[in-house]
Nanobody, 125 residues
Framework: QVQLVESGGGLVQAGGSLRLSCTAS????????MAWFRQAPGKEREFVAS????????YYADSVKGRLTISRVNAKTTLYLQMNSLKPEDTAVYYC??????????????????WGQGTQVTVSS
C-alpha cells in the first residue's frame, strides 16, 4: 500500500512563508492527481490545491490563489506546497492526498484514495 508522509509544517508569523512536502513510499507509484487539503479547528476539511500528475494542470481554492503554489517532482513522487504571504486564517492541519484513478473532478475528497496523516501549520498575527 502507498504511504504518504507530509513534512515542513510549523509556526510562522503572518506574511511569512513555508514549504510543505509530501513523499510517497512503499512502492513505485504514479498517481493521476495529487492534492492538498486542510482542516482548521472546528471546521470541515477543505480543498486547497491539486495538480494533474502527468500534465501538470493546477487547481486552487479562491482563498489561496496568488499565495500558495502546488508543484511536483514526478520521478520522486513528491508533492510540494509553497506557501507565501501566510495569514492567520491559513492555520490548519494540511493533508496530502493522491488519486490513482481517472477523474474529471479535482477538488472533491471522494476522488482521492490515499491520504497522509497531516502536518500542522500555525500562522500567528
Amino acid at each position: 500500500q502507498v504511504q504518504l508522509v507530509e513534512s515542513g509544517g510549523g509556526l510562522v508569523q503572518a506574511g511569512g512563508s513555508l514549504r510543505l512536502s509530501c513523499t510517497a513510499s512503499g512502492r513505485a507509484f504514479s498517481p493521476y492527481v495529487m492534492a492538498w487539503f486542510r482542516q482548521a479547528p472546528g471546521k470541515e476539511r477543505e480543498f486547497v490545491a491539486s495538480i494533474k500528475w502527468i500534465l501538470g494542470s493546477t487547481y486552487y481554492a479562491d482563498s489561496v490563489k496568488g499565495r500558495l503554489t502546488i508543484s511536483r517532482v514526478n520521478a520522486k513522487t513528491t508533492l510540494y506546497l509553497q506557501m507565501n504571504s501566510l495569514k492567520p486564517e491559513d492555520t490548519a492541519v494540511y493533508y496530502c492526498a493522491a488519486g490513482s484513478l481517472f477523474t474529471t473532478e479535482f477538488v472533491s475528497e471522494s476522488e482521492f484514495n490515499y491520504w497522509g496523516q497531516g502536518t500542522q501549520v500555525t500562522v500567528s498575527s
